[in-house]
């Protein structure tokens, strides 16, 4: 939490030395959390500010009474300090920034080369042509950042009534951030005269963002949102105005910075280093007032759809499909974002807009279209459009494997039990996977008998990438290299040619190529990739050899000093576009997994005794503590924690006695 609060201002340098990240610094500032954070404080109810005042006295009575520091803290030698009531938002606003940065910030150094309109239009391509889940009647260290703490994916389903075994709504999800320990999430529940709730939040936000109450359950899966426009700045007609700041530098003297800022927002070419040919501002919608800790506040009060709804109004960033089941078993969907709408919408999907351009207005959650227990008597959400509107909400969304893929096994029987969810969640099937590889296996009939064993191996995989398979390292090693080989022709620019790959979506493209090929052509380069791949392939025998999911704190990404912070390894199943979720850069070394699923979580709302609760890791922050990882097996497993929503129900599942004891380094 400590580190949490710290970063959001743009803190690296003051704790890293005049080395470590100052562009990433100055960034962070530019954005200005802190302006966002104090704006979402004036907008909570008397009663919500009280909430959150009671919570940080709490953080403040701990860290008053304790002599022992984490380790994180003694490495970084940070120091206890109070918390205010705008820290612990700040960092609620670091999970609310907008994902759509880590693209706008990685195209931006691009503009001018040769086909970088054509990689940005295909880009976008790639994201549109997602599966909706209902219809309606009307600088790489800052994308690292992103990816760890905005809500960069997720699964989610919900049932009704009638597709479950007990006549009851069921709600299951498993969101997806970047994979550290201690994990992003923790789980926690608490009860008072307004609240009886439980679920996972996040450590430093009073409030349960995915779980259930005595009534009522709710998750959010990220949209990627529509949050942000880049807009041409006119000298001649927008005010520029410089705010000044202090960035404190850890062994350096420190350094002044000047910040230009305009109506339209920041002038984020500045903090990027660009060109000083044209300023460009960052106009977000966190830029606003808006109340997304009194949504969630509202959410664990709500009894019904209608409160629920109702909770979400003032709610802005960043984007998210917010799923519902309640106990009388009612489903439902709605989108959970201020839409922004451009005064000329032709634009929506360039990079930068033109200078007379700009948001004029907003769409609220409660104008936006909502589902409610439709005939399917289910939903499922997956980084997929929600649904079709005019203008968009977002301009790119996730690949369509893991929405058909759900849709699919959840449609396949009448009835679903809690078990079968269990499964449906670890689900490591890619059919877009499959459906390649077969297409590849047909265009395919001479090769040199030296790559027998990898050719078979290739041609035999199911789809499955289960930590035994081998045909999973031979379909991700020969499909890889096949979009190095086709693609180093038709990008000429390495940095534009990694952007273009990064797509979710860059196996499509690579299809596109190979059909455009002859037959011949299309051999040539398979044995190509194959004969370059060979040795590599020869090193691993299973996916899980190759792909491993790592445990370790932010903190093992630096390097040497790292080392302590790193807590080991395993096999782990599944990739980038299957249910159970992992993403990794690609290549032809040891897989590390950064991303993906890292907790998980299924309700019946029929009894409060079933909810049941995962963590990738465990639900401790201290680096010393066994219980910071206890839970890694039981993941590993496939199995779940049980925990009642009624204090007899905890008492009879956890049939533990705590006997009070002073805490080590308890100051006297």
């Known amino acids: 939490m400590k580190c949490s609060v710290a970063f959001p201002p743009g803190a690296f340098q003051s704790q890293g030395g005049p080395f470590q990240l ?13 302006k966002s954070a104090e704006l979402a404080f004036d ?21 008053g ?4 520091k984490p380790k994180e803290m003694e490495f970084l030698a940070l120091e206890f300090e109070p918390w205010s009531e705008v820290d612990a938002l700040r960092v609620g606003r670091l999970a609310s920034m907008d994902a759509n940065w880590s693209s706008f910030f990685s195209f931006l150094p691009e503009i001018g080369k040769l086909g970088w309109e054509t990689v940005w239009h295909e880009f976008l391509e790639s994201g549109s042509r997602s599966v909706p889940s209902f219809a309606s009647d009307n600088n790489r260290f800052f994308d690292g950042i992103l990816k760890f703490t905005a809500r960069a994916g997720s699964n989610s389903i919900v049932l009704g009534g009638s597709k479950t075994k007990n006549g009851s709504a069921v709600i299951a999800s498993d969101p997806h951030l970047g994979i550290f320990v201690p994990n992003l999430w923790i789980l926690m529940g608490y009860k008072s005269p307004s609240y009886h709730v439980i679920g996972y939040a996040f450590p430093a936000i009073p409030a349960i963002t995915l779980g ?18 880049l807009i041409k700045v006119d000298p001649k007609k927008d005010k520029i105005s410089t705010r000044k700041d202090t960035i404190k530098i850890r062994f350096w003297p420190d350094q002044q910075i000047e910040i230009r800022e305009t109506k339209k927002g920041p002038i984020i070419s500045d903090a990027l280093g660009l060109s000083q040919d044209q300023d460009i501002a960052l106009s977000w919608v966190g ?23 109702n909770a979400f109004s003032d709610y802005a960033v960043s984007g998210i499909n917010l799923t519902y089941a309640d106990r009388l078993g009612n489903i439902g969907m709605m989108l959970g974002i201020r839409q922004p709408i451009l005064k000329d919408s032709t634009e929506l999907t360039r990079l930068i807009k ?92 001479d090769f040199s008998i030296k790559f027998y064993d990898y050719w078979k191996t290739f041609i035999n995989w199911d789809g499955y990438y289960r930590v035994e398979s081998r045909g999973a390292v031979a379909f991700e090693l020969l499909t890889w290299k096949l979009a190095e080989i086709i693609f180093a022709q038709k990008i000429e620019d390495d940095d534009l040619r990694k952007l273009f790959i990064s797509s979710e979506d860059w196996r499509v493209f690579l299809k596109e190529e190979l059909e455009n090929m002859n037959v011949q052509m299309r051999q040539e380069f398979l044995k ?28 093992g990404l630096v390097p040497v000093l790292g080392s302590r912070f790193r807590f080991g390894e395993f096999p782990a199943p599944g990739g980038a576009n299957t249910v159970h979720k992992n993403r990794f850069s690609p290549g032809y070394d040891k897989r590390e997994v950064i991303f993906g699923a890292q907790v998980r979580h299924i309700s019946d709302m029929s009894n409060l005794y079933e909810n049941y609760f995962v963590m990738l890791g465990g639900n401790d922050g201290w680096l010393t503590n066994p219980h910071l990882y206890d839970q890694t097996e039981l993941w590993r497993r496939g199995e779940y924690l049980r ?26």
């Open 43 to 63: 907008q909570l109810s008397s009663k919500d500010k009280q909430w959150l005042s009671r919570f940080v006295e709490g953080i403040n009575y701990f860290q």
């Open 65 to 68: 009474n304790t002599a022992a």
């Open 22 to 34: 100052p562009r990433v610094d100055r960034l962070i500032r530019t954005i200005n959390l802190q």
């Open 354 to 445: 033109g200078a007379d351009n700009g948001i004029v207005t907003f769409r609220t959650p409660d104008e936006l279209p909502n589902l409610y227990n439709p005939k399917s008597n289910f939903i499922v959400s997956a980084n997929n459009i929600p649904v079709n509107t005019i203008p968009k909400v977002a301009f790119v969304f996730g690949d369509n494997d893991r929405i058909l893929r759900l849709n699919h096994l959840f449609s396949e029987k009448d009835q679903i039990s809690i078990e079968q969810t269990m499964s449906y969640q670890q689900d490591v099937f890619s059919k877009s996977g499959l459906d390649l590889k077969n297409w590849l296996a047909s265009s395919m009939t």
């Open 212 to 229: 259930r109450n005595l009534d009522i359950a709710w998750v959010g899966t990220y949209m990627r949102g529509i949050s942000s426009h």
């Open 287 to 309: 830029h606003n007032p808006s109340n997304e800790l009194g949504s969630y506040l509202g959410a664990n009060r709500a009894k019904n759809w209608i409160q629920f709804k």
């Open 643 to 668: 925990l009642p929503l009624s204090l007899a129900g905890v008492y009879e599942e956890f049939n533990l006695k705590i006997h009070r004891i002073e805490a080590a380094g308890k100051k006297k």
């Open 528 to 555: 190509s990739a194959m004969a370059q791949t060979e040795e590599t392939f020869s090193s691993y025998q299973s996916w899980g050899e190759m792909h491993v999911q790592l445990l370790q704190n932010p903190l």
